[in-house]
Structure formats: structure tokens, C-alpha cells
């Protein structure tokens, strides 16, 4: 079992930048892949950013490349997302996730954490 907790959100006015973190505890941390995922009021959860176990190959959605940055650090079981450029329909709850397949493959991922709110004024 793995538990993982998101931190760092907040409100940021549009143009602005935040950055969320995610520890995992539990299993083996650097032998997963993780990834981000958000979801605002009323839509469907999106996957916005998926990194490998080693940090090497990443994935973004379109809306955020360029502006988003994921990234790990296995010794400190923690996986981050930096958001820059933060624009008002970037406003949802962010939750990590893990993946015990592919990091670009949003269906394969397990293992919630309890998400964190980032909201975007304009």
C-alpha cells in the first residue's frame, strides 16, 4: 500500500506561481512512476503531468506545456509541480498519484492522495 499527501496549494493571482508536492510513503517510492492529476468543479479529473521512476522521461497534457514542470526526488519520496504562468482555468484540486505501469498512461494509476486546492484569480 502506498499513502501519498499533497501540499503547497493556495490562491495565486493569475500570471503567478505555485509549486505542490507530494510524499509518498509506503512501498518502494523510485520504483514508480507518478503523476498529477486535476479536477475542477463540474468537469472530469485530468491528467495534467506524468514523470518515470527515474526522473528521465516526462509527459504533459497540452494546456500546460510550458508553464508546468514536474519532477522527483527519490530520496525524499517526493514528487513536485511546478506551475508557472498560472491562468484561472488552472484552478482545481491537484492530486498525485502513482502508476505501477507507464507514466504517460493516465488509466494505469492507483494510489490517490487527498488532492490540495490551487485557485487562480484573475
Known amino acids: 500500500q502506498v499513502q501519498l499527501v499533497e501540499s503547497g496549494g493556495g490562491l495565486v493571482q493569475a500570471g503567478g506561481s505555485l509549486r505542490v508536492s507530494c510524499v509518498a510513503s509506503?512501498?518502494?517510492?523510485?520504483?514508480?512512476?507518478m503523476g498529477w492529476f486535476r479536477q475542477a468543479p463540474g468537469k472530469e479529473r485530468e491528467f495534467v503531468a506524468g514523470i518515470s521512476w527515474s526522473g528521465g522521461s516526462t509527459y504533459y497534457t497540452d494546456s500546460v506545456k510550458g508553464r508546468f514542470t514536474i519532477s522527483r526526488d527519490n530520496a525524499k519520496n517526493t514528487v513536485y509541480l511546478q506551475m508557472n504562468m498560472l491562468k484561472p482555468e488552472d484552478t482545481a484540486v491537484y492530486y498525485c498519484?502513482?502508476?505501477?505501469?507507464?507514466?504517460?498512461?493516465?488509466?494505469?494509476?492507483?494510489?490517490w492522495g487527498q488532492g490540495t486546492q490551487v485557485t487562480v484569480s484573475s
Open positions: 498519484a502513482v502508476t505501477l505501469g507507464d507514466y504517460d498512461r493516465s488509466n494505469d494509476y492507483r494510489y
Open positions: 509506503g512501498r518502494a517510492f523510485s520504483s514508480y512512476a
